[in-house]
């Protein structure tokens, strides 16, 4: 079983859609939670960062964390096309030495929006 | 959020050369850089970790002497893929994060390399 569990997708939803992206974690010790959204032959780029459970509002994003559950969730509210991308989870712990901010992924959840 | 960049974007070079790729943090400094590989529709796959002034950590599985990782500043790291062969071809992303900062971590828009 995967550390991180992550739909793959592909998700796929007309303008204006609410989106859910989801993923789920089997390590307790999982403290910080990212989410990023990736254009095909480009790097990852950072949309929310939480560090606690509740929720965390960007715009049109907001980002879930339930830690009791081990769940976290990205909502996009009011979606565009020009918000088709990867979609890809990321955790890590507090550790610090050298395994400082090592990432776990989810696989990433491919999303199409479309006018 | 914080800017990382990489250069240069896309190479192409024969088997046998070495080429390296450049990251730079262009606003913030960066103690921490990571060097990632990932193959198409896959996630990100974790080459090495690496530290100012220190000597990068590999992840299991991947050859530290032919991926060789320098740090030796706060806002550059780089990425040598030593005799390339075709297999080494993919699309390498470093991030960066500042461990005075938290675990914020930001990624470069990537370098494609293709060995002929």
């Known amino acids: 079983q995967k550390e991180v569990e992550q739909d793959p997708g592909p998700l796929s939803v007309p303008e204006g859609a609410i989106v859910s992206l989801n993923c789920t974690y089997s390590n307790s010790a999982f403290q910080y939670f990212m989410w990023y959204r990736q254009y095909s032959r480009k790097g990852p780029e950072l949309l929310m960062y939480t560090y606690s459970s509740g929720n965390k509002e960007d715009g049109r994003f907001t980002a879930q964390v339930d830690k009791s559950s081990k769940y976290i969730s990205l909502f996009i509210r009011d979606s565009q096309p020009s918000d088709s991308a990867t979609y890809l989870c990321a955790m890590t712990t507090n550790a610090g030495g050298t395994s400082y901010g090592k990432l776990t992924f989810g696989q990433g959840t491919i999303l199409t929006v479309h006018p | 959020g914080a800017v990382v960049s990489q250069h240069p974007s896309w190479v192409i070079c024969k088997s046998g050369t070495s080429v390296k790729i450049e990251c730079r943090s262009l606003d913030f400094q960066a103690t921490t850089m990571f060097w990632y590989r990932q193959f198409p529709k896959q996630s990100l796959m974790l080459m090495a970790t690496?530290?100012?002034?220190?000597?990068?950590?590999?992840e299991q599985g991947v050859e530290k002497d032919k991926f060789l990782i320098n740090h030796a500043s706060l806002t550059l790291s780089t990425l040598t893929v030593t005799s390339a062969h075709p297999e080494d071809s993919s699309f390498y992303i470093c991030s960066a994060g500042n461990r005075d900062r938290g675990y914020e971590q930001y990624f470069g828009p990537g370098t494609r390399l293709t060995v002929t």
């Open positions: 690496s530290n100012e002034g220190s000597k990068a950590t590999y």
